[in-house]
């Protein structure tokens, strides 16, 4: 059946002034807010460049009322639930998603946190500190350069030429006369004419509608405010070249409100690497490896759209006439199809959003789709660019997503088809249960979440005997590339990597589509073209993300690669993990499990972890900031080791960011958390610094270790309790994701673990007593599971064991 058409949001205007959106949705587990100030980074006094970043920061330092460690990001975290903020040209958006039971407190933590928060003098100036490390990584990272450098064909006095980042020299805190202009932005702009509220959840409209009452009740009162429209952008268009990257801007001074829903729709086709397309042309004729189009500014009707190619800068000129001829073409085609198609995307992508990407959707201004006033838009953008009436190119509209349409049902739904002699261990959850083979299949039909809705997951591991060097590996990504779009497009997230000699193929998402991109995946994978066009240069990414993309190898190392895919593929053991498939799903996947390559396998080995000492591996990053990885696993590999370990994660990840990136001040990239890789449950603690050395970085993060039992010492018995409920919390299947559900019982399958995980993680929390987390944290200060170092310079003295 056709996906159901989501509801629109309800949205009204408060009696105080709050602008308000309103979205009831029963499947969801979590409930959202955003909230859109709306003055960002260029309503600023020219004099403070920086004061509304600064101001976003202040907010979270905590209230009279919620001080910092009961104030909103500590509220969050310590119920499993995410939060940020954003500061852009002319908005800046606070955001958060908890569980439903706790949403309600999130909220008067968000209000309160606006409405008053405490601009202390000593607070402004340790967060100072921290905006100018963000400065200083900033000014070294080349996407952020990229994009500044990006507006330098603009006029020198269009505040998109400015500098808005803050930092140390520009935030003179000291000054009555910056403190002024701080609480005077804040009093104009922080008020309820100025503000939209969006909220997401399963609660019904009128209790959101209370909610949201609330909420505004603590605000400020006040008008609308009228955002100063900037100088004229004054160019059509201009080129850029770089090293790696070449780019194409096109500027817009007068174009009609629905443009931002015409540009979104003209993106969308122009990225397209289909057959007949754009970038399939670029790319045969060598031109350019990619493909990025983007409207990177759109306000007052003024708008800059993006097109970056990968691409020699001596072939900008040549992409130029071919992007112009393309837009010619697109220019005289019949829309209609492409709406179609575009709206039933939209559609989609709300049918199988998680409640803060749906909050975040509410707060701006798209259609679901593109409206009779876009097309007109639309025609008048193309009309400002310069296109012509003919066209060269045998250009061709993008094929349809395959996965967009609806499958068929299947007859004979109890049946697996195509399967053969070589796969009688791929069985549906109920053959399996009425032959007692549930735990023997190599594809496991997890039926741990039994309400999990149209949502779903699939897990396909191989152990090959050898690691993909990285040319084949490059290429095994290529093949699936269209593949992973079309799959994203229609409700599902298709994923593969390559760690070592394990290989992971992970669908999560919509089930409905799942059995025929799996199809299409196993495909791609396996007949792979050589031939097909190179990635894309990737953009560098700041040390402590390199560190990250790094961790996964350095804990399963291989001795050797290969670049014979046809033999890894044949020389293959493979095992699997299905959730939340209904009986349909699981009949559906029938042809595509008899085509996995490899020999079924359930009785896989543990792969290899690091050994009970500290290792340290170099990570070059190439820049003059520092970084440091610590990954300490638990020494203890049942149900009670993670749980302890889970709970040491709670408790200091609060803790932990306020004393190292609060009162230390070592960086703005800051962070402590519980990671899971193969099956290892870890306590990871990150910090990246543009002054501090990683030996130091790491003495400051053992000594924070150090203090951790001092922290339990100190909890009374309320206070335990207490965590250990949040903690536990965090599994109940009523408020799990279906992803991260997923995710969860995939771990545990690696562990060892049964498939009733979750109802044992909950019971083993429970268990905890300060006893056993004293033992815990003991373990962990003794490197007892092994510590793994990553840091951007070499080894310090013993006794630390070099790795590379």
């Not at 900008?316 to 019949?334: E, N």
């Not at 595509?592 to 000492?613: E, F, K, M, W, Y």
């Not at 990671?675 to 543009?690: D, E, H, K, N, Y």
């Not at 003495?699 to 150090?706: G, K, N, S, T, V």
Request: proline content about 6%; aromatic content about 8%; glycine content about 6%.
């Amino acid at each position: 059946m056709p996906a159901p058409t989501p509801p629109r949001p309800h949205t009204e205007i408060l009696a105080n002034g709050l602008r308000v959106t309103l979205r009831h949705v029963p499947g969801l587990k979590r409930s959202a807010a955003v909230l859109r100030v709306a003055a960002g980074s260029h309503d600023v006094p020219l004099a403070w460049p920086g004061l509304a970043h600064f101001l976003e920061h202040l907010l979270f330092l905590g209230t009279e009322r919620f001080p910092a460690d009961e104030a909103l990001m500590a509220y969050v975290q310590r119920h499993g639930g995410q939060v940020n903020a954003s500061t852009r040209e002319r908005t800046t958006d606070f955001f958060f998603e908890l569980p439903p039971s706790t949403f309600g407190e999130g909220l008067e933590r968000l209000s309160d946190m606006l409405a008053k928060p405490r601009m202390n003098l000593d607070d402004q100036l340790r967060e100072r500190e921290v905006l100018h490390a963000e400065f200083v990584a900033w000014s070294q990272d080349p996407t952020a350069q990229q994009q500044f450098a990006l507006y330098e064909g603009l006029p020198a006095q269009h505040p998109l030429r400015g500098f808005h980042a803050g930092n140390r020299d520009s935030l003179k805190v000291e000054a009555p006369s910056f403190q002024q202009a701080l609480k005077s932005f804040h009093r104009q702009f922080y008020q309820t004419g100025q503000m939209t509220l969006s909220l997401v959840g399963p609660q019904s409209l009128q209790a959101l509608k209370e909610m949201a009452e609330q909420f505004a009740a603590a605000l400020p009162v006040g008008d609308n405010v009228a955002q100063a429209v900037p100088l004229p952008l004054a160019v059509k268009s201009y080129q850029q070249v770089g090293d790696r990257r070449s780019n194409l801007v096109f500027a817009f001074d007068s174009l009609p409100e629905a443009a931002d829903g015409a540009l979104a729709f003209l993106c969308h086709w122009l990225n397209s690497g289909k057959p007949g397309g754009l970038l399939d042309c670029l790319q045969q004729q060598k031109l350019a490896n990619g493909l990025k189009a983007a409207p990177v500014y759109h306000f007052a009707g003024q708008a800059l759209l993006h097109l970056e190619f990968a691409a020699r800068a001596e072939s900008l000129q040549s992409i130029h006439a071919h992007v112009l001829d393309w837009l010619s073409f697109f220019a005289q085609q019949d829309w209609a199809p492409l709406r179609v198609e575009y709206a039933a995307l939209h559609q989609r992508q709300q049918q199988v959003s998680a409640a803060l990407p749906l909050a975040q959707r509410d707060a701006g201004t798209l259609e679901n789709g593109l409206s009779d006033a876009g097309v007109e838009a639309l025609n008048r953008i193309l009309m400002e660019i310069g296109t012509v009436d003919n066209f060269t190119g045998p250009w061709q509209l993008p094929a349809a997503n395959p996965f967009l349409r609806p499958s068929e049902p299947l007859a004979n739904a109890g049946l697996i088809r195509g399967q053969t002699s070589a796969h009688r261990g791929l069985r549906t959850f109920a053959q399996d249960r009425s032959r007692g083979r549930r735990e023997r299949s190599p594809m496991h039909f997890s039926q741990a979440i039994s309400d999990i809705g149209d949502d779903g997951a699939i897990y396909l591991r191989w152990q090959v005997e050898a690691a993909a060097n990285a040319a084949l590996l490059s290429q095994l990504q290529r093949s699936l590339r269209q593949t992973a779009q079309d799959a994203r497009e229609a409700g599902v997230e298709l994923t593969f990597t390559a760690t070592a000699n394990q290989w992971l193929l992970k669908l999560t998402g919509l089930q409905e589509p799942m059995p025929i991109v799996l199809e299409h995946a196993l495909k791609c994978l396996t007949h792979v073209d050589a031939n097909s066009p190179h990635d894309e240069p990737e953009t560098p990414l700041i040390p402590i993300r390199q560190l990250l993309k790094a961790l996964p190898e350095h804990i399963l190392q291989s001795s050797h690669t290969s670049d014979d895919l046809e033999h890894l593929w044949a020389t293959s053991h493979w095992d699997g993990l299905a959730v939340g498939l209904n009986a349909q799903s699981q009949s559906a996947l029938g042809l595509a499990l008899s085509r996995i390559p490899g020999v079924p396998d359930n009785q896989l080995p543990a792969p290899t972890t690091i050994s009970a000492d500290k290792h340290w591996s170099h990570i070059d990053t190439a820049s003059s900031e520092h970084a440091v990885l610590l990954f300490c696993p638990s020494p203890e590999r049942d149900i009670d080791g993670e749980a302890a370990w889970r709970m040491l994660a709670q408790m200091c990840q609060t803790p932990f960011y306020q004393r190292l990136r609060g009162e230390l001040q070592l960086g703005y990239a800051v962070f402590s958390a519980l990671r899971q890789i193969q099956g290892r449950t870890a306590l990871l603690f990150g910090v990246q610094s543009p002054s501090v050395r990683p030996a130091e970085i790491l003495m400051h993060i053992q000594h924070f270790l150090e203090g951790i039992p001092a922290l339990i010492a100190q909890l009374d018995d309320e206070k335990l309790s207490h965590h250990r409920q949040n903690l536990a919390d965090q599994f109940d299947a009523s408020t799990l994701a279906g992803n991260e559900a997923a995710e969860l019982l995939w771990q545990a399958r690696l562990a060892g673990h049964s498939s009733d995980y979750l109802d044992q993680i909950i019971a083993a929390i429970h268990r905890l007593d300060r006893t056993t987390l004293l033992a815990a944290a003991q373990g962990l200060l003794n490197a007892e599971g092994g510590w793994l170092c990553l840091a951007s310079e070499p080894a310090p003295e013993v006794p630390w064991q070099a790795n590379n």
